[in-house]
Structure formats: C-alpha cells, structure tokens
T-cell receptor
C-alpha cells in the first residue's frame, strides 16, 4: 500500500517549452502532496505544498507563475514548468501524505529527471 | 527559521563498523523525524522514523535517538555492509506549517 507514481520519469525539452509532471497516489487518498526539487549532490528542497481544491503554498524564492501546481483530486497533483530554461534542469520528486492514521509520513514518487536544452 | 543541520557530509567506514549521522533542528514544535536512504537517481526510502514522544527506536541494525531538549536526533547503523553505501537524509516535520525540512545529506561509503 501507499504507492505514489510519477510521470514522466524522464523528459528532455527545448528551452522555452512547458513541461507537465503528474503525481498520483495509486491506492490511497492524499490529503496533501509536496513537490521537491533536487539538484545533483544536493538535498531535497521543498518547492510547494499542494492541497486538493485549494491553491498551492509556495516556498520563498519559488515562482508560482513559473511552477504551476494543480491539485485536481485527492489522488492527482500536477506540476507544470512553464517556459523552461536550462537552469530548471533538475530531479523533481513529489510525495503524498495520508490521513491521521499515519500522520506526517510521506510517500515519494519515483521522481522526474528534467533536462532543458 | 525552519532549518535542519546534518553532519557529517561524508562518512567512510570499514565494513562491520558503526556509522553515526547527526542532525539538529530549529523549531521545538517539530514532532516527527524520519530518516531516508537515497541511491543515485532513485526516490528517498524511509528507513526509520521517530516521533517526539519517544527517545529511541531500533529496527535491527538501525537505530534513531532523539534529544528534544537539545533538538538533536541521530541515526546509528551497526555492523555496516557495502549495501549500506548511499546518501542519507534526515528530516523534521514542522506541524505548524505542515511541511518537511530536509538536512543536507550524508554520503556514506562502507569499504569492504
């Protein structure tokens, strides 16, 4: 149980294009989903917190107009990197949190490797 | 602010020896402290966690200790094996803002 999928696993795009990444909780309803970015040999940096039916909460320094988050249902959140540039190349990982029974525990997706040429 | 410091950044041990990684958090309201193991290009894997009402937790070769007063928590791996080689991250869950803050990571190398 508590499986999170992420799609695509790898994407290469040209500078200026937009890329959408999907994060799904497959066997549970996620009250909250988190989006992280991880540069090589660095830690996971929280980008935003996504709750179903409400606007995402972005961390300081993360541009909400560039990283669009849509949490359409309790099992799906999407991150769209708009007008991507080479500096956006990174490993993007989502995680989902279940309800009170396992309060606080997050389950990670497998990550998406984005390369912007 | 919300901050988690982690030390050391790299750690090399001989197979069979113990490894200890330490973290310090800033917000005394934090109440959940997971440890993750991450292999190259993979998602973080939860290896052990501890909640703020417990001082120590053990799972086979892995243990975590928590000192709430000092706001420290540590990961202990005994009888290390080459397959323990990976990057380890601590994290603190801030219940007030409902988010995780990760430590900077420790690259552990277990030498055969």
């Amino acid at each position: 149980g508590a499986v999170v999928s992420q799609h695509p696993s790898r994407v290469i795009c040209k500078s200026g294009t937009s890329v959408k990444i999907e994060c799904r909780s497959l066997d549970f309803q996620a009250t909250t989903m988190f989006w992280y970015r991880q540069f090589p040999k660095q830690s996971l940096m929280l980008m935003a917190t996504s709750n179903e039916g409400s606007k995402a909460t972005y961390e300081q320094g993360v541009e909400k107009d560039k990283f669009l988050i849509n949490h359409a249902s309790l099992t799906l959140s999407t991150l769209t990197v708009t007008s991507a540039h080479p500096e956006d190349s990174s490993f993007y990982i989502c995680s989902a949190v279940t309800g009170p029974a396992r309060k606080g525990e997050q389950f990670f997706g497998p990550g998406t490797r984005l390369t912007v040429l | 602010g919300e901050n988690v410091e982690q030390h050391p950044s790299t750690l090399s041990v001989q197979e069979g020896d113990s490894a200890v990684i330490k973290c310090t958090y800033s917000d005394s309201a934090s109440n959940y402290f997971p440890w993750y193991k991450q292999e190259l290009g993979k998602r973080p894997q939860l290896i052990i966690d501890i909640r703020s009402n417990v001082g120590e937790k053990k799972d086979q070769r892995i243990a975590v200790t928590l000192n709430k007063t000092a706001k420290h928590f540590s990961l202990h791996i005994t009888e290390t094996q080459p397959e323990d080689s990976a990057v380890y991250f601590c994290a603190a869950f801030y219940s007030g803002t409902y988010k995780y803050i990760f430590g900077t990571g420790t690259r552990l190398k277990v030498l055969a």
